[in-house]
T-cell receptor
Framework: AQSVTQLDSQVPVFEEAPVELRCNYS??????LFWYVQYPNQGLQLLLK??????LVESINGFEAEFNKSQTSFHLRKPSVHISDTAEYFC????????????FGRGTSLIVHP | GAVVSQHPSWVICKSGTSVKIECRSL??????MFWYRQFPKQSLMLMAT?????????EQGVEKDKFLINHASLTLSTLTVTSAHPEDSSFYIC??????????????FGQGTRLTVV
């Protein structure tokens, strides 16, 4: 079984500042890793994912995450945030090559202030 | 990406009545669909996994007689909350993935249904 820990329940930042949302996972097997974003009263949208290959993955809106196997982490970063990035962010893990049932972290609320 | 449509986006019902929520994959065949429940400011809790044409697999603690799941076709799964009570009020989200061993690893999510039982 896998588990995901998102250490920060809420991260307040000012607009144009850099941000890092932390995610650590636990698993006895190889994993796939995901970050999802959820805007109020909406479903989840995939932000980026790591399946294999390069450990640094990027999204089209400036977010990136790096898979660190030794530290079992998959932190999400953005060098300069916008007001529109305010949302709930969920890290998820699933067993690589398995039945794909993602296990979600509890979420981190990113609040961007002007 | 693929589109998953969930309907309705919100519903208010009286206590004791039943409510059906639909989840459709619009441009792909979803061999597996997942139903989640999300409480305010909390993560998604997996309720059940359903494969087309077979009975759903419920997570521990989820009442299968209360939350009826039907996955009758490759593009449609339904969740029926039977004899709803105020404590069933929540945000319900479905997700769907194309299937097969080693197949698509990404699940696509519906926009969610806000259920309020009064």
């Amino acid at each position: 079984a896998q588990s995901v820990t998102q250490l920060d329940s809420q991260v307040p930042v000012f607009e144009e500042a850099p941000v890092e949302l932390r995610c650590n996972y636990s698993s006895s097997v190889s994993v796939y890793l995901f970050w999802y974003v959820q805007y109020p009263n909406q479903g989840l949208q995939l932000l980026l994912k790591y399946l294999s290959g390069s450990t640094l993955v990027e999204s089209i809106n400036g977010f990136e995450a790096e898979f660190n196997k030794s530290q079992t982490s998959f932190h999400l970063r953005k060098p300069s945030v916008h007001i529109s990035d305010t949302a709930e962010y969920f890290c998820a893990v699933s067993e690589a090559g398995g039945s794909y049932i993602p296990t979600f972290g509890r979420g981190t609320s990113l609040i961007v202030h002007p | 990406g693929a589109v998953v449509s969930q309907h309705p986006s919100w519903v208010i019902c009286k206590s004791g009545t039943s409510v059906k929520i639909e989840c459709r994959s619009l441009d792909f065949q979803a061999t597996t669909m997942f139903w989640y429940r999300q409480f305010p400011k909390q993560s998604l809790m997996l309720m059940a996994t359903s494969n087309e044409g077979s009975k759903a697999t419920y997570e521990q603690g989820v009442e299968k007689d209360k939350f009826l799941i039907n996955h009758a076709s490759l593009t449609l799964s339904t969740l029926t909350v039977t004899s709803a009570h105020p404590e069933d009020s929540s945000f319900y989200i479905c997700s769907a993935r194309a299937g097969g061993t080693g197949g698509n690893t990404e699940a696509f999510f519906g926009q969610g249904t806000r259920l309020t039982v009064v």
